[in-house]
């Protein structure tokens, strides 16, 4: 669980970082950043921010903030209904993620981009400027996430 | 077809607009960029400036680059391979767009996004300041484009 402070300030940063990208973003997007601790209860150090674009039944296409050294934990994206699950293309925009794709280590920096198959461990981990990293995929069902670590929820809290 | 200068000058254009608009590119990418004059060799009035970020068989991700009041001529993405054809998300990221989507418009300024069905005719053309369009979409195969304009030739010719 977060507190209402700790996620009012994660979407303040978010919104700063897409400023300095030179993302543009609606009102309307400005009030849908999501803020995930992934249940934790430690969001500097383990979570994520993110704003959905697009997520239709074929493509989706996301933007993600990560804190200084903030890391998203290991995780895949499994089969459902039909396909092999999510594919996805990280494209860091600005500062730096280091990516881990079983067990491979891959750093991006602006411009640099990674597509990982379905279905395969990974986890990443933003740099010391934090980062802000386009992701382009399949349909994305953020809710079948499978994490190594079994404390984890993926669905946010906010106390 | 266009001349080898066109073709340069409207790369180093799209470069100069990247930048404005704080897209990072690599070295690797810069050498791609697609100029199109669709083989009506008017490019300035007719034609797009493209770069393929990522095209799976699920998924794509482009930017598109235009000159100021350039239009991307009426056309359609038709089913193949069993699939109801490319589904399309525009966002413009720099400068506006004009968008008809069956007859009806839509302008798009940095921030905004519209998303055309599959198999559906439509045209753009951008504002008096160019634009930077980001494209969300399932998988894409331009050569498959079907174009209202029978001259119209997808391909690029570079003389």
Redesign the interface.
Known sequence: MISREEHNEAVAYSAEQFAA??????AE?RGRIEVADFGLGDLRKTGLMLLV??N?D????KELVLYPGQTCPEHRHPPFAGTPGK?E?F?C?RGSVDLWVDGRQITLR????F?IPPDTLHWFQAGAEGAVV?E???ASRDELDVFTDPRIVRAPVVD
């Open positions: 990208a030179g993302i543009e973003l609606t997007e674009y697009v239709t074929r493509y989706c296409a594919e293309t494209r925009r602006p411009g640099e981009q597509t386009s382009f995929s399949s």
